[in-house]
């Protein structure tokens, strides 16, 4: 037997369960932006990203309790996407389809870890709320290559977009959900929630591209940049609303996966 088997064989059930709590936690978080995004639509609010989503749950009545939880599930879901990827549990292959696939996983592996710290922070009374830090990014721009690599990050963003988009529009993601025949309008929904998350990557994608020379000093932006932005356009509080309807559809397809996805860690044995 080896070392991976015996990994699966001994915790496979935990595997699982700290998988779909990892979902679960994505699904709050998208539900929080969504909400505030459909909210500043029609109020003075602002919109607010996912360091600013996990903000909101700190500063709750149960905020310690919902911190500890946070801590725990993001991190859980960072480690499931780094075993979806190491050991290939959904069978992408390793053709430019596959390694595509994977490198977004690994992708949010770590933009989810980054979200776990940040709630360990938090939790532990360092943490100063709100932004994300552009370290990366100044000492590209110090080196001479930051245009380069905005630009870099712009495709990729691009590419998650077109990803995301295609996903909900041939509705990709039921070959790994069971969705129960009664529940049927979850399709639509989760549908409905990647295409809303795809078309923010796209606005994502055009302000990075579009400033480009001026992120030197300032944050790289976010989900919430996105949406700040879609507000101040004709009409944008419409679209605003829109999309905000979108991401908490997104987070209503978390949910799903946490309760539906076939979780299978069987094949990485």
């Given amino acids: 037997m080896t070392t991976t088997e015996a990994i699966i064989r001994d915790h496979g059930d935990r595997m699982r369960y700290a998988a779909r709590a990892g979902y679960i936690a994505r699904g709050a978080v998208f539900l929080i932006i969504g909400y505030f995004a459909f909210s500043a639509a029609f109020a003075s609010g602002e919109a607010m990203g996912e360091k600013d989503a996990i903000d909101e749950m700190a500063g709750s009545g149960f905020g310690t309790a919902l911190l500890l939880a946070l801590v725990l599930a993001l991190a859980a879901f960072a480690a499931w996407r780094l075993f979806q990827v190491i050991f290939d549990i959904d069978g992408h292959g390793t053709g430019v389809k596959g390694i595509f696939i994977r490198t977004g996983l690994t992708i949010s592996a770590f933009a989810y870890g980054a979200l776990a710290f940040y709630a360990a922070t938090l939790l532990i009374g360092l943490g100063s709320g709100g932004g994300g830090g552009n370290g990366i990014v100044k000492a590209a721009y110090e080196a001479g290559i930051g245009v380069w690599l905005t630009y870099a990050i712009a495709t990729g963003m691009a590419a998650a977009g077109a990803a995301h988009v295609v996903k909900g529009a041939k509705a990709g993601f039921e070959k790994y959900m069971n969705i129960p025949a009664d529940r049927s309008w979850l399709k639509q929904v ?12 796209f606005i ?6 579009t ?7 300032g944050d790289t932006p976010g989900i919430e940049t996105a949406l700040s932005a879609m507000a101040g356009w004709s009409f944008g ?5 829109l999309t905000g309807l979108g991401l908490i559809a997104f987070g209503i397809y978390a949910l799903a996966e946490a309760a539906y996805r076939r979780i299978n860690v069987e094949a990485a044995a």
């Fill in 190 to 201: 989760c549908q409905f929630g990647l295409i809303a998350r795809g078309i923010t990557f």
């Fill in 204 to 209: 994502l994608a055009g302000l990075l591209v």
């Fill in 211 to 217: 400033g480009a020379a001026s992120y030197r000093s």
């Fill in 237 to 241: 509080w419409a679209l605003l609303s």
